[in-house]
């Protein structure tokens, strides 16, 4: 079973922030968190990971609380192409494990 | 860069029929894995590789079988198709050392419908 927590679906108006949480209290001092999304039935894509620092790239920001027990991924300015299931995953060197994710919508 | 290929994208199959999906990735990575999804539902892995010659089995490994040969193959197989492995398979790729967190990469799918 997966090892997150995270809202069923959320909502967020196109040019906001959307602010994806994610509970994961059983996290090993060894696991990362990683975030992807998958559109429609295409594949998942990767958007970022970290361990215990925040984490900034050209999709997302990852915030870490500073007991690991939970992150928030921030995508700052959403689209209406940011539309997707958003997965919160918590993994070592072990394969991924995927839950139901959030539905995220973008309304315009 | 190609990334991960999976062919084909889209299958229909008969009852009791075989086929092999493939999966091939040019980055060099040394772990690959097959996750199958259903509609509606999360990724579950059916088998895993960390190198080749080296497999191993994940949450949903039945009726299906894989190898791994060569680094940038892994071929995933159904021997006899049934009604239940009518789903979405997707193939992922990793590369992992010591020290080194990397993330996995995934293909764009193969659409299995066996009828």
């Known amino acids: 079973d997966a090892k997150t927590t995270q809202p069923t679906s959320m909502d967020c108006a196109e040019g906001r922030a959307a602010n994806l949480p994610c509970n994961h209290s059983?996290?090993?001092?060894?696991?990362?968190v990683y975030w992807y999304r998958q559109i429609h039935s295409q594949g998942p894509q990767y958007i970022i990971h970290g361990l215990k620092n925040n984490e900034t790239n050209e999709m997302a920001s990852l915030i870490i609380t500073e007991d690991r027990k939970s992150s928030t991924l921030i995508l700052p300015h959403a689209t209406l192409r940011d539309t997707a299931v958003y997965y919160c995953i918590v993994s070592g060197n072990t394969p991924l494990v995927f839950g139901k994710g959030t539905r995220l919508s973008v309304i315009a | 860069n190609a990334g991960v290929t999976q062919t084909p994208k889209f299958r229909i199959l008969k009852i009791g029929q075989s086929m092999t999906l493939q999966c091939t990735q040019d980055?060099?990575?040394?772990?690959m894995y097959w996750y199958r999804q259903d509609p509606g539902m999360g990724l579950k892995l059916i088998y895993y590789?960390?190198?080749?010659?080296?497999?191993d089995k994940g949450e949903v490994p039945n009726g299906y079988n894989v190898s791994r040969s060569t680094t940038e193959d892994f071929p995933l197989r159904l021997e006899l198709a049934a009604p239940s492995q009518t789903s979405v398979y997707f193939c992922?790729?990793?590369?992992?050392?010591?020290?080194?967190?990397?993330?996995?990469?995934f293909g764009d799918g193969t659409r299995l419908s066996i009828l």
């Open positions: 059983t996290i090993s001092g060894n696991e990362y």
């Open positions: 992922a790729s990793r590369n992992w050392d010591r020290g080194s967190n990397q993330p996995q990469h």
């Open positions: 590789s960390v190198g080749a010659g080296i497999t």
């Open positions: 980055m060099n990575h040394n772990y």
